[in-house]
C-alpha cells in the first residue's frame, strides 16, 4: 500500500519571503500522480499542483512550484512570494497511475499547516 | 471554486439520530467520493461511486452507509450516530475518462452529543 508523509505538521513564513514544504512517500509503482491540496479554514479544499511521474520536468504554478525527486520519492512545495491568503493546511496527495476500478482513490499525508506573518 | 455542494454545513445532533448528509455536484462528473477527516487529520476514504447504482467501501471503515442513484447526487447517510462519528465529512468528484483531479465540496461538520 501506498504512504504519503508529511513531516512538519506546522510552518510559518514571512509574508514575501518564500518556503518550502516537504513530501515524501512510498510506493512501489512506477506510474502515478502526486498533488498538492490547499485547505484553508473552514473553506473547500482546492487543488494547488499536480505532478504526473513520467514527467522529468517540475510543475509550476504562478507563485507554486514543485520538486520532484523520482528516485528519492520526494515531493516538496515551493511558494514563492507568500501571501496572506496562502495561509492554509496543505496536503500532500498520492494517486495511482494505473486507471483500474479502485486505484483512483487519493491518499493523504498529514498535512501542514502554514501561518504567513505579516 | 468547484461546483460541489454538501449541506448541511454544520450539524450536532443526539446519539441514535438518523442522519444523512448531502453531496452534490454539477460538473456531470461519475466518481464522487466520501472522505472522514478529524481535526488536523489526514483524509481517509470511507465511500466511492464509479457511477449511477455503483458504491464501494474505502480503506477507513466506517458504519455510514452511500447511494447513487442520480449522477449528481451521493448522500451519505448514519442510521443512528454515536459520538464516535463526531468529525468532518468532505465530499468529492472527478472526471470519469481519464480525469484525476479531484473537487472537493467545503465539508460537513458533525458533532454527535
Known amino acids: 500500500a501506498q504512504t504519503v508523509t508529511q513531516s512538519q505538521p506546522e510552518m510559518s513564513v514571512q509574508e514575501a519571503e518564500t518556503v518550502t514544504l516537504s513530501c515524501t512517500y512510498d510506493?512501489?509503482?512506477?506510474?502515478?500522480?502526486l498533488f498538492w491540496y490547499k485547505q484553508p479554514p473552514s473553506r473547500q479544499m482546492i487543488l494547488v499542483i499536480r505532478?504526473?511521474?513520467?514527467?522529468?520536468q517540475n510543475a509550476t504554478e504562478n507563485r507554486f512550484s514543485v520538486n520532484f525527486q523520482k528516485a528519492a520519492k520526494s515531493f516538496s512545495l515551493k511558494i514563492s512570494d507568500s501571501q496572506l491568503g496562502d495561509a492554509a493546511m496543505y496536503f500532500c496527495a498520492y494517486r495511482s497511475g494505473w486507471a483500474n476500478f479502485g486505484n483512483e482513490k487519493l491518499t493523504f499525508g498529514t498535512g501542514t499547516r502554514l501561518t504567513i506573518i505579516p | 471554486e468547484a461546483d460541489i455542494y454538501q449541506t448541511p454545513r454544520y450539524l450536532v445532533i443526539g446519539t441514535g439520530k438518523k442522519i444523512t448528509l448531502e453531496c452534490s455536484q454539477t460538473?456531470?462528473?461519475?466518481?464522487m467520493y466520501w472522505y472522514q477527516q478529524d481535526p488536523g487529520m489526514e483524509l481517509h476514504l470511507i465511500h466511492y461511486?464509479?457511477?449511477?447504482?455503483?458504491?464501494e467501501k474505502g480503506d477507513l471503515s466506517s458504519e455510514s452507509t452511500v447511494s447513487r442513484i442520480r449522477t449528481e447526487h451521493f448522500p451519505l447517510t448514519l442510521e443512528s450516530a454515536r459520538p464516535s462519528h463526531t468529525s468532518q465529512y468532505l465530499c468529492?468528484?472527478?472526471?470519469?475518462?481519464?480525469?484525476?483531479?479531484?473537487?472537493f465540496g467545503a465539508g460537513t461538520r458533525l458533532s454527535v452529543l
Open positions: 461511486s464509479y457511477g449511477v447504482n455503483s458504491t
Open positions: 510506493t512501489s509503482e512506477s506510474d502515478y500522480y
Open positions: 460538473m456531470g462528473h461519475d466518481k
Open positions: 468529492a468528484s472527478s472526471e470519469g475518462q481519464g480525469g484525476n483531479i479531484q473537487y
Open positions: 505532478q504526473e511521474a513520467y514527467k522529468q
